[in-house]
């Protein structure tokens, strides 16, 4: 009988602790997530690094009642101290290369977007100037509608509509290249 009594503690104890943990997650769980989160920007990542505190929680149960400061604020220093070991962790490691199939390679090739760059430059040089100069000073330079239209002296509903056509010739003529490339 005697091995009965310290199966029924070990349990009660556990339910206990069991209890503690979750009191703790209900009181200060949003505010650990939060905490995470903006220490990690990635909310997954918090979940972890909440769950993690909670465990560490469960494990050091006397420094939750040491009476040297509020719960909540060991419960955050222990998600602080998480993401940083997890991100010293991660610095002091290679970087991990992602997996691919065999025919991807690991680091994309930019010959692709190249080939498009030097595409979409031709089909910019054979548009007529009004209409590239409308798409530099709003697309490249920014401006708005307004101001394009003070800068090239047109009225506002002129620029919109010449780059609604430029736009519209852009695309005509980049989606005649992609129908020809898959016929040839």
């Known amino acids: 009988m005697a091995t009965m009594v310290p199966s029924r ?8 602790d069991e209890a503690i943990i979750r009191a703790l997650f209900t009181e200060h769980g949003r505010a650990m997530l939060g905490y995470a989160t903006s220490l990690t920007n990635d909310r ?20 939750l009642v040491n009476g040297k400061g509020s719960v909540r604020g060991w419960l955050l220093t222990v998600v602080r101290n998480i993401v940083i070991d997890r991100s010293r ?11 691919s199939p065999a025919h991807e390679p690991v680091e994309p090739d930019h ?29 490249v330079l ?5 101001e394009t239209a003070e800068k090239l ?29 898959n016929e040839g």
């Open 89 to 99: 962790a991660r610095q002091s490691r290679p970087a991990e290369v992602r997996e």
């Open 153 to 181: 002296g047109v009225p506002p509903g002129t620029v919109k509509s010449r780059a609604h056509h430029a736009l519209r010739t852009l695309r005509e003529s980049t989606f005649r290249k992609e129908v020809q490339s």
């Open 142 to 146: 920014g401006h708005t509608v307004n």
């Open 9 to 16: 503690t070990r349990r009660q104890r556990n339910d206990a």
């Open 111 to 139: 010959a692709d977007r190249v080939t498009q760059r030097l595409e979409l430059m031709g089909a910019l040089e054979r548009l007529p100037a009004h209409h590239r100069d409308v798409l530099e000073c709003v697309y």
């Open 44 to 63: 997954s990542a918090a979940e972890d690094v909440v769950q993690e505190a909670l465990v560490r929680a469960w494990r050091n149960p006397d420094a």
